[in-house]
């Protein structure tokens, strides 16, 4: 069985910084591009960057300048690192693994990001 697990989340004032990191197993993780994804309270799940198998990244607007994505194939870990953190980053922030080739989405349990004002 797949497994997803995200680490690093947890409370931060606002301008802080926080990394994420999400490791998985029982996954081909080179052949699958992988995400971050956020849920606020009362808001749908909204993409947060993605890195392709290759390397090729993608953020949302509200993020760019100060998230970065990276992977890390030989150790089977995606991180998020977050800077200049503002109260609206404030959510769950969930892991996705996805296989194009089969159209699979693999998710992780989510973190909690809670950034003070």
């Known amino acids: 069985q797949v497994q997803l697990v995200e680490s690093g989340g947890g409370l931060v004032q606002a301008g802080g910084s926080l990394r994420l990191s999400c490791t998985t197993s029982r996954i081909m993780f080179s052949t699958v591009a992988m995400g971050w994804y956020r849920q606020a309270p009362g808001k749908q799940r909204e993409l947060v960057a993605t890195?392709?198998?290759?390397?090729?990244?993608n953020y949302a607007d509200s993020v760019k300048g100060r998230f970065t994505i990276s992977r890390d194939n030989a150790k089977n870990t995606v991180h998020l690192q977050m800077t200049s953190l503002k109260p609206e980053d404030t959510a769950v922030y969930y892991c996705?693994?996805?296989?194009?080739?089969?159209?699979?989405?693999?998710w992780g349990q989510g973190t909690q990001v809670t950034v003070s004002s």
């Open positions: 890195i392709t198998n290759g390397g090729m990244t």
């Open positions: 996705n693994a996805h296989h194009s080739s089969t159209w699979t989405d693999y």
